[in-house]
T-cell receptor, first 113, second 112 residues
Framework: DSGVTQTPKHLITATGQRVTLRCSPR?????VYWYQQSLDQGLQFLIQ???????AKGNILERFSAQQFPDLHSELNLSSLELGDSALYFC????????????FGQGTRLTVV | GDSVTQMEGPVTLSEEAFLTINCTYT??????LFWYVQYPGEGLQLLLK?????DKGSNKGFEATYRKETTSFHLEKGSVQVSDSAVYFC???????????FGTGTQLKVEL
């Protein structure tokens, strides 16, 4: 158990809908990262937050947004969902904003039908 | 930009066979290199890492050496077990950030 908790584990929703994925980092970790794992794109970095502020941005679509709250948990919001958004979404956390090991959660499997 | 290339899978081996999974990278600067493992239904776990040229990372019988001259970080294990069946990801991290760039992953199946 990495100590990173993601909910829900599975999510099935229809095209055009909006969903929210939640991540609780390990105790004491200030950085949260979101990654998308899909069959065609592999594992891609989406976004990083550090202590409530956006730190780095990767291949995140404009339909997607994230935030980190004062208690350090993070949410990834996906809107106007398309079939191609079906993927495994991982959250990871680390102690600092750079140079330290990131611990991954078990992921949320999103299926868009 | 940064990129990681891994050999395609699946790789199927008999128990106690020797394993090599090739990984090469392209990066600006001097990256840190990682191998992550993903067991079925689970998240990614850090298997080993190396932060500078000629460093050897090792864990659970797996080894990988950071080769700057060939920009490679091949994963090896002398004798695989059925329990090693998983997907293995090579990754790199550059600069001062913590963003990881992953390869496409290599599925390993070990049979009795």
């Amino acid at each position: 158990d990495s100590g990173v908790t993601q909910t829900p584990k599975h999510l099935i929703t229809a095209t055009g809908q909006r969903v929210t994925l939640r991540c609780s980092p390990r105790s004491g970790d200030l950085s949260v990262y979101w990654y998308q794992q899909s069959l065609d794109q592999g594992l891609q970095f989406l976004i990083q937050y550090y202590n409530g502020e956006e730190r780095a941005k990767g291949n995140i679509l404009e339909r997607f947004s994230a935030q980190q709250f004062p208690d350090l948990h993070s949410e990834l919001n996906l809107s106007s969902l398309e079939l191609g958004d079906s993927a495994l979404y991982f959250c990871a956390s680390s102690v600092s904003r750079s140079g330290t090991e990131a611990f991954f959660g078990q992921g949320t499997r999103l299926t868009v039908v | 930009g940064d990129s990681v290339t891994q050999m395609e899978g699946p790789v199927t081996l008999s128990e106690e066979a020797f394993l090599t999974i090739n990984c090469t990278y392209t990066a600006t600067g001097y990256p840190s290199l990682f191998w992550y493992v993903q067991y079925p239904g689970e998240g990614l776990q850090l298997l080993l890492k190396a932060t500078k040229a000629d460093d050897k990372g090792s864990n659970k019988g797996f080894e990988a050496t950071y080769r700057k001259e060939t920009t490679s970080f091949h994963l090896e294990k002398g004798s695989v077990q059925v329990s090693d069946s998983a997907v293995y990801f090579c990754a790199l991290r550059t600069g001062g950030g913590n963003k990881l760039t992953f390869g496409t992953g290599t599925q390993l199946k070990v049979e009795l």
